[in-house]
T-cell receptor
Framework: DGGITQSPKYLFRKEGQNVTLSCEQN?????MYWYRQDPGQGLRLIYY???????QKGDIAEGYSVSREKKESFPLTVTSAQKNPTAFYLC??????????????FGQGTRLTVV | RKEVEQDPGPFNVPEGATVAFNCTYS??????FFWYRQDCRKEPKLLMS???SGNEDGRFTAQLNRASQYISLLIRDSKLSDSATYLC?????????????FGQGTELSVKP
């Protein structure tokens, strides 16, 4: 079945550690996105990528890094520079969004908690 | 000003009611528009795309007014299962091609 998969579902991080969240899609989508959602809040864009080996900062990129070495994969690293990383992280993909009216499909999310 | 703004909610309505959500966007380069539904602690899922001519899907009607940079979602005959958060989404094209921006969401609670 085609889809977008995030792992792990739950992640606990000690302060000062870097952690990497996985996002894989087999939909052959060009674009991939990372969002952060805090309780009772909307989705805020962290990074997005429209093609392999290229990505752009979203509204809240500080303390995060990404790579796009393969079309199917867009991992997000939450670095120790991110001061308040506890949140629900959502990865999404869409097909050639620059071309027009294309919807985004989401993974099931990763809940990151700093302990 | 936020790029996409929605009614803050929450909306508490009885079953069978008609409810309307509004959304405004600030960037005139916005190319395509969507409404997503998000259930508690779940990922958002597409409810419907919004077309310039307006579109309807059963009890749901979406409207777009490009001149006013305004999108709406109307839900008729509300069901208990409609309780969720509704997210307005805008796709920016051009120099920022393919950047999907979400509103903060409007929570709907349908009561018996």
């Amino acid at each position: 079945d085609g889809g977008i998969t995030q792992s792990p579902k739950y992640l606990f991080r000690k302060e000062g550690q870097n952690v990497t969240l996985s996002c894989e899609q087999n939909l052959n989508h060009d674009a991939m996105y990372w969002y952060r959602q805090d309780p009772g809040q909307g989705l805020r864009l962290i990074y997005y990528s429209q093609i392999v080996n290229d990505f752009q900062k979203g509204d809240i990129a500080e303390g995060y890094s990404v790579s796009r070495e393969k079309k199917e994969s867009f991992p997000l690293t939450v670095t120790s520079a991110q001061k308040n990383p506890t949140a629900f992280y959502l990865c999404a993909s869409s097909q050639n969004p620059g071309a027009g009216n294309t919807e985004a499909f989401f993974g099931q999310g990763t809940r990151l908690t700093v302990v | 000003r936020k790029e996409v703004e929605q009614d803050p909610g929450p909306f508490n309505v009885p079953e069978g009611a008609t409810v309307a959500f509004n959304c405004t966007y600030s960037n005139s380069a916005s190319q395509s528009f969507f409404w997503y539904r998000q259930d508690c602690r779940k990922e958002p899922k597409l409810l419907m795309s919004v077309y310039s001519s307006g579109n309807e899907d059963g009890r749901f009607t979406a409207q777009l007014n490009r001149a006013s940079q305004y999108i709406s979602l109307l839900i008729r005959d509300s069901k208990l299962s409609d309780s969720a958060t509704y997210l307005c989404v805008v796709n920016l094209r051009g120099g920022q091609g393919g950047k999907l921006i979400f509103g903060q969401g409007t929570e709907l609670s349908v009561k018996p």
